[in-house]
């Protein structure tokens, strides 16, 4: 049996702001380890037996940073599909199970968001093989995981009679919204609830067997979406009209819930979906007084918190059980029990119409990255990175100049019809409404230094005549 992992790397992550933005989720983000939470679910079942090459579901908007992550760690995707606007699971898996039906008929789907912690793999291992058996027969499988507290941040699947196939799997009874404190001490008492971990296993066909039954909207705008899909670069597009037709809906709501066919596979497998800074704090190491600390921190006194600097020194004194997280553009500081909250912190930022719930300072690009250095009224300072290879659109400014500086590094630029090569401590100035290119021919990367000066230095006042990325 080919297994395939299909990992759903959507979402913006909102729970952990203000170091999880929009244009920078959680997933995409070094949030547990050194390597990024998609980097880390991609290579968790690399080399076991009958596992193949994953297939990556995102959007639009992440395609070249996911893309850039599995190169860094050296993993090359079955293919990367692309959903113009974000659909929820159902439809995000039904696209993907017509991607691999047309690969393999009888392919099997593992369906893993990639923002969850497992910390035992080896255990996570063996549930899929132990699923693998109810999949042969027509099952759709999702793996509970064995509760080890009266958690109420998560749902829960009530278990049925057991199966006469499988170990320890039995048939779903029905699944639990999140229930509240006294509900959830009564479900881990009960010992036949577990919490609903979002992780699936299912031949593709036999998901879109069940799907056409009770979603056929679904299954028809899914389907058509693969069948009209287009390559561009190394990415499949999903058709945008088809998809965007697609209503939007869970994989629970959608099929599990209604199926007659759902089995549950318990699962002890230090899983957590990291949803909030306090389940941060508890899935990493802390130190004899409880504390979690990342960066540039100094704590005195502080007992059973999470203290995060990005970007300069923080200091905490004489606290206990609270979060604290400091980015370049923003500080949060949150007491452990009220962490839920910070998506209202979220929305106050969306009704204001600011942007730090959608970019951080750094930005990061195809080509490479800008960060914001210092804006005032008609200028605006950037530190630029080019990647070596890297290339910015052929491109024109309506209201604005630019003065490039390079720090270091190699850069070929195009003004008009001037092409020339620029090193270290030399500059060049670009004038409103002329077309000019930013290139690094060169082997290591190029810093640089933009001064931008005009009446209106936002990032839409950009023409593109030509790009390599097919931006448009």
Same mark, same amino acid.
């Not at 969306?350 to 719930?357: A, G, I, N, P, V």
């Given at each position: 049996?080919?297994?395939?992992?299909?990992?759903?790397?959507?979402?913006?992550?909102?729970? %952990?702001?203000?170091?999880?933005?929009?244009?920078?989720?959680?997933?995409?983000?070094?949030?547990?380890?050194? +390597?990024?939470?998609?980097? @880390?679910?991609?290579?968790?079942?690399?080399?076991?037996?009958?596992?193949?090459?994953?297939?990556? #579901?995102?959007?639009?908007?992440?395609?070249?940073?996911?893309?850039?992550?599995?190169?860094?760690? *050296?993993?090359?995707?079955?293919?990367?599909?692309?959903?113009?606007?974000?659909?929820?699971? $159902?439809?995000?898996?039904?696209?993907?199970?017509? =991607?691999?039906?047309?690969?393999?008929?009888?392919?099997?789907?593992?369906?893993?968001?990639?923002?969850?912690?497992?910390?035992?793999?080896? $255990?996570?291992?063996?549930?899929?093989?132990?699923?693998?058996? %109810?999949?042969?027969?027509?099952?759709?499988?999702?793996?509970?995981?064995?509760?080890?507290?009266?958690?109420?941040?998560?749902?829960?699947?009530?278990?049925?009679?057991?199966?006469?196939?499988?170990?320890?799997? =039995?048939?779903?009874?029905? =699944?639990?919204?999140?229930?509240?404190?006294?509900?959830?001490?009564?479900?881990?008492?009960?010992?036949?609830?577990?919490?609903?971990?979002?992780?699936?296993?299912?031949?593709?066909?036999?998901?879109?067997?069940?799907?056409?039954?009770?979603?056929?909207?679904?299954?028809?705008?899914?389907?058509?979406?693969?069948?009209?899909?287009?390559?561009?670069?190394?990415?499949?597009?999903?058709?945008?009209?088809?998809?965007? $037709?697609?209503?939007?809906?869970?994989?629970?709501?959608?099929?599990?819930?209604?199926?007659?066919?759902?089995?549950?596979?318990?699962?002890?497998?230090?899983?957590?979906?990291?949803?909030?800074?306090?389940?941060?704090?508890?899935?990493?190491?802390?130190?004899?007084?409880?504390?979690?600390?990342?960066?540039?921190?100094?704590?005195?006194?502080?007992?059973?918190?999470?203290?995060? $600097?990005?970007?300069?020194?923080?200091?905490?004194?004489?606290? @206990?059980?609270?979060?604290?997280? @400091?980015?370049?553009?923003?500080?949060?500081?949150?007491?452990?029990?009220?962490?839920?909250?910070?998506? +209202?912190?979220?929305?106050?930022?969306?009704?204001?119409?600011?942007?730090?719930?959608?970019?951080?300072?750094?930005?990061?690009?195809?080509?490479?990255?800008?960060?914001?250095?210092?804006?005032?009224?008609?200028? +605006? #300072?950037?530190?630029?990175?080019?990647?070596?290879?890297? *290339?910015?659109?052929?491109?024109?400014?309506?209201?604005?100049?630019?003065?490039?500086?390079?720090?270091?590094?190699?850069?070929?630029?195009?003004?008009?019809?001037?092409?020339?090569?620029?090193?270290?401590?030399?500059?060049?100035?670009?004038?409103?409404?002329?077309?000019?290119?930013?290139?690094?021919?060169?082997?290591?990367?190029?810093?640089?230094?933009?001064?931008?000066?005009?009446?209106?230095?936002?990032?839409?006042?950009?023409?593109?005549?030509?790009?390599?990325?097919?931006?448009?």
């Amino acid at each position: 049996m080919k297994i395939y992992p299909v990992i759903l790397s959507g979402g913006a992550g909102t729970r %952990l702001w203000p170091l999880s933005r929009a244009a920078l989720p959680k997933q995409l983000l070094p949030v547990v380890s050194d +390597q990024t939470m998609l980097q @880390e679910t991609a290579q968790r079942l690399n080399g076991r037996a009958d596992i193949m090459a994953p297939l990556i #579901v995102c959007g639009n908007e992440h395609r070249f940073l996911v893309a850039e992550q599995l190169r860094e760690i *050296k993993v090359k995707p079955l293919g990367i599909l692309l959903e113009p606007e974000g659909r929820n699971t $159902a439809p995000a898996v039904a696209a993907a199970a017509e =991607f691999l039906k047309g690969l393999d008929a009888d392919a099997v789907m593992l369906v893993l968001p990639a923002d969850h912690v497992i910390s035992d793999v080896d $255990a996570f291992y063996q549930a899929i093989l132990r699923a693998s058996t %109810l999949v042969e027969h027509g099952s759709l499988a999702t793996f509970g995981i064995v509760p080890t507290a009266p958690e109420t941040g998560y749902g829960y699947i009530r278990s049925g009679e057991p199966l006469p196939v499988g170990e320890n799997c =039995f048939k779903v009874d029905r =699944f639990v919204e999140k229930p509240d404190r006294a509900t959830a001490e009564g479900f881990v008492a009960a010992g036949n609830y577990y919490w609903n971990s979002g992780m699936f296993l299912f031949r593709a066909d036999a998901y879109l067997k069940e799907l056409a039954e009770f979603q056929p909207a679904i299954a028809s705008a899914s389907a058509a979406a693969v069948a009209k899909g287009y390559r561009d670069l190394d990415f499949l597009r999903l058709e945008e009209a088809a998809f965007g $037709a697609s209503p939007s809906d869970s994989i629970d709501y959608a099929v599990m819930e209604h199926t007659r066919h759902a089995v549950v596979v318990p699962a002890s497998i230090g899983w957590n979906d990291v949803g909030s800074w306090s389940a941060l704090w508890e899935v990493q190491e802390q130190n004899e007084n409880g504390n979690v600390c990342r960066g540039d921190v100094y704590l005195d006194g502080v007992k059973n918190s999470l203290v995060r $600097a990005e970007s300069r020194c923080v200091a905490v004194v004489g606290v @206990e059980n609270v979060v604290v997280v @400091e980015t370049n553009d923003a500080v949060l500081v949150v007491h452990k029990d009220q962490v839920q909250r910070v998506k +209202q912190v979220v929305e106050h930022l969306k009704l204001q119409d600011r942007t730090e719930h959608i970019h951080h300072t750094r930005v990061y690009r195809p080509w490479g990255c800008y960060e914001g250095i210092d804006i005032g009224d008609r200028f +605006q #300072v950037k530190r630029i990175t080019v990647n070596p290879g890297g *290339k910015l659109s052929l491109q024109m400014h309506h209201h604005r100049a630019e003065h490039w500086i390079v720090v270091s590094g190699t850069a070929k630029v195009t003004c008009g019809d001037k092409v020339s090569l620029l090193t270290e401590n030399e500059s060049t100035y670009i004038p409103i409404g002329m077309n000019h290119r930013l290139e690094n021919p060169g082997k290591l990367p190029l810093h640089l230094i933009e001064v931008q000066s005009g009446s209106y230095l936002g990032e839409d006042d950009i023409v593109r005549f030509e790009d390599v990325y097919q931006r448009t």
